[in-house]
């Protein structure tokens, strides 16, 4: 009688492959459709539409679930895959002095694991860029719909009510979740903190206890400047052009990474059919080539619009 | 058709044994029939070397009518040379251009050690066919005629293709990763197709793949390069098959 081996054996680990594979390919579409919001909505709808997205995939339990799953998923894939790739090159200490293996299988499948350590590069460099810049490290500019706000004070002599508009013209950056923001008092030019952010996006006058507007942890503009386009003052990134060449070349690299990836999933899971291989191989290659592509054109507009 | 003779030039791995170090060794050979088979061409080149007192080249051949699985050679880069669904017995000198530089290698895997110049040992397979790639029939008395069970035509033929399988290890050397899938996946096929086989088809798969796994071989990345350089043209469609019984076993095997 022999173990199973959920972990140890080949095609325990061909499944896991499989399985996250899959997984992380309806991943893409779902960041793909998230991204695409980015050159489809334009100007200050489609800065509010992003952000209030990307505010809606940090809160929802479900989203964040999912995101938990996307991360093991990346990291198994990444781990069995690259443990598979040193057992493969084990099981042949000695190579052939002369091979042609392109006369029996296609480039793409032969360099998956080449491949699949370039995404993981890539993967590690883009979350550094934004996942960890908008969770963790560095302070976000926050995205404040309302620019000015309106205090309403009655004059004691008069009885008058009169209407003050005060411009925010000062905005503090938020690190980890809302923090309480301010505006520079144009009188005594202190900085004044006037407001509470509560249940989530809105933002409440201190004193008042008055909603006076929303924000936003302004994720937009830091994917906007970061490839090339600069809004609210803030500096853009030098490096635009070598960062929208990379994340060019690397949807590349994904693209081959799929091309074989895609279908490979499903024979590995046994799902090998006559009537279904057609449709499968269809799918996968068409999903190899428009997914990737469309994920390219992104950067490369926001720099073209710059 | 009248016969035509080529000349050519051959670059050959020796190895004394299977502890010593080969090497890549070059021979000219003169008068190769176009109409000879490669192990034929290679009987020419040993009645060269004997003559000339040289030490002949080893290398695994038996029926030569491509039915026992005994030749291997990894010819110009592809297992079993240029052509397609043949072994090495059946490729002919034809295949090749006179004045050719033609590479003959063993099978590269860790499981297929060299024993000495082209030969290689591949008990590996065997080991992996004592794990579970049989049929336990009671002997003892009357014994049921095989036949005597119905199987559907259908089916019959797939499992007749699975078990066309020699035993080569042809997928073995062209697979990049060195893996045996399609040869284990056909013999874990030829059986599970059929009712005889369904009894212990669980423990089989399992035992069978354990096997595989201990001896070495590499892991299937679907290249499909196997399926392709296969004399029996096997099919992926087996591999699709042993990974569905494996992962049924995985999840219900006592």
Not at chain 1, 108 to 120: E, K
Not at chain 1, 200 to 216: I, N, R
Not at chain 2, 89 to 108: A, N, S
Not at chain 2, 172 to 200: I, T
Request: with cysteine.
């Amino acid at each position: 009688m022999s173990k199973s081996g959920i972990f140890t054996s080949s095609l325990a680990k061909k499944y896991w492959m499989a399985l996250t594979g899959l997984f992380l390919i309806t991943f893409l579409v779902g960041h793909l459709l998230g991204n695409l919001q980015l050159i489809t909505k334009t100007g200050e709808e489609g800065r509010r539409a992003f952000n209030e997205y990307a505010y809606f995939m940090g809160h929802n339990i479900f989203i964040k679930i999912l995101a938990y799953v996307t991360y093991f998923s990346i990291l198994a894939h990444a781990c069995i895959g690259l443990y598979l790739a040193v057992q493969n090159k084990k099981a042949r200490p000695q190579n052939y002095a002369y091979n042609r293996p392109g006369t029996n299988s296609g480039a793409a499948s032969r360099y998956m694991a080449i491949l699949g350590t370039i995404i993981l590069v890539f993967i590690c460099t883009h979350m550094a860029n934004f996942w960890y810049k908008q969770k963790v490290a560095e302070t976000v500019p926050l995205h404040v719909l309302h620019k000015e706000i309106t205090e309403e004070q009655q004059n004691p002599m008069t009885g008058q009510t009169i209407k003050q508009v005060i411009p925010i013209d000062y905005v503090l950056t938020t690190k980890g979740d809302y923090m309480p923001f301010a505006y520079v008092d144009p009188q005594s030019q202190q900085k004044m903190e006037l407001m509470d952010v509560k249940e989530g996006t809105h933002l409440y006058d201190k004193k008042a206890e008055l909603q006076v507007g929303e924000g936003y942890r302004d994720l937009h503009t830091v994917v906007m400047n970061f490839f090339g386009q600069s809004e609210q003052g803030q500096p853009t990134n030098e490096w635009a052009l070598v960062a929208v060449i990379l994340y060019v070349v690397s949807m590349f690299v994904l693209m081959f990474h799929l091309w074989h990836g895609f279908a490979s999933s499903f024979q590995s899971l046994g799902l090998n059919h006559k009537k279904y291989n057609g449709i499968i191989t269809f799918t996968g290659k068409a999903f190899a080539i428009v997914v990737p592509l469309l994920f390219a054109i992104i950067p490369v507009m926001i720099y073209l619009n710059r | 058709m009248a016969s035509k003779t080529i000349n050519i030039n051959l670059k050959i791995w020796r190895q004394k044994n299977v502890n010593s170090k080969g090497s890549m060794e070059t021979y000219k050979l003169d008068n190769v029939s176009t109409d000879s088979s490669f192990l034929e061409m290679l009987d020419q080149l040993n009645e060269q070397l004997v003559n000339s007192r040289q030490e002949p080249i080893a290398f695994d051949h038996d029926c030569r009518e491509g039915i026992c699985g005994m030749c291997s050679l990894y010819i110009n880069g592809e297992a079993h040379g240029p052509d397609r669904a043949v072994t090495t017995c059946q490729l002919h000198m034809r295949k090749f251009k006179d004045g050719e530089t033609i590479y003959v290698e063993p099978w590269r895997a860790k499981a297929f050690p060299v024993i000495k110049d082209l030969v290689v040992d591949r008990s590996a397979f065997d080991r992996i066919q004592q794990a579970g790639g049989f049929v336990s029939v009671n002997t003892s008395g009357r014994t049921m005629d095989a036949n005597a069970i119905p199987i559907g035509k259908a089916e019959a033929d797939k499992a007749f293709e699975a078990a066309t399988c020699i035993g080569c290890g042809a997928c073995v050397a062209s697979c990049k990763n060195a893996s045996a899938m399609l040869f284990v996946s056909a013999k874990v096929s030829q059986l599970a197709l059929l009712p005889q086989g369904q009894v212990e088809a669980q423990q089989r798969v399992l035992n069978m793949v354990k096997q595989m796994d201990e001896e070495g071989f590499g892991n299937c990345t679907n290249t499909g390069a196997c399926a392709v350089e296969c004399p029996k043209e096997i099919s992926l469609e087996n591999i699709a098959r042993m990974n569905r019984e494996y992962l049924k076993a995985m999840v219900a095997a006592d």
